[in-house]
Structure formats: C-alpha cells, structure tokens
C-alpha cells in the first residue's frame, strides 16, 4: 500500500464517521511525515537504456564476455542519482454556488487529477490535501 492509497484510506474512515476527527488528524499527520528513504544505487533510467545499446554494439562475438556481460559493466559504471520527489501545486478551476462556495473543483497541476470539494476542505486545501492522490506529487503552493 502506498502513502497515497493509506492515505485516502484513512479518509474513507473518516468521512464514515469510524474515526474521530483527532485520531484521524493524527494519522494524516503521521503519514504525511513518511519520507522516502533515500536509494543509494539509484541511475538514471534514460542512461541505463541509452548506455544498454551502445554496449550491446560492443561485442565481438568473442566467447569471452558475452553481450549481458558487457551491458551489466557499462551499467554498473554510470554513476549513482538522487530520485527528486515530484512537487505540483492545486488550481482552482471553478467555485460553485448561490453567494457563498458551495463546492469547488481543484486540479494537479502536475497529472491534471481533478476533484470536487466542499468548502470546508477548500479553506483548508494545504492542510488537508498535501498530496495528490493519483500521482503522489507533495502540493508545495
């Protein structure tokens, strides 16, 4: 399960009414504070198959390394990356209603994931929607 899906877990809880308010902020809390683990033998997926093709052009057809051979040493010669976590911002789209908002639409501005929300949870987007939950970017705005 992943941050995103535990997430809108605990959401569906809560708008059931299974979990108080308080146990329910205190989750969203604790999961949101769940960073990925840095990966210390992370390489570029671009390079990997970039580099996979022009080795593969370097063998002889000698017995002595065979194509896989030489395609795992120049991959594991490329150097080493820091995944980025994806950060986005919510548009708002459209505000409904009759002189006050009765529901608004919001968009990623990273996957254009669209929702509608009321306006409890819009006056408290940045609070309550950190992330996206189609594409886990982190709303940074």
Known sequence: MTREELRDYVEEQRNLDII?????STLIDGIDTLEQQPCEDAISREDAIKTAIESADDWDGGY?????????????????????AKTGYWECNEL????????ANIRCSECGNEMRISPYRYNRLHELEKYCSVCGCKMEG
Do not use: C, M, W
């Open 96 to 103: 409904f209603g009759d002189g006050e908002i009765q529901f």
């Open 20 to 24: 108080p308010y308080h146990v329910y």
């Open 64 to 84: 002595n390394l065979t194509r896989a051979d030489i395609i795992e040493k120049a991959i594991k010669s490329l150097p080493s990356v820091q995944p980025k």
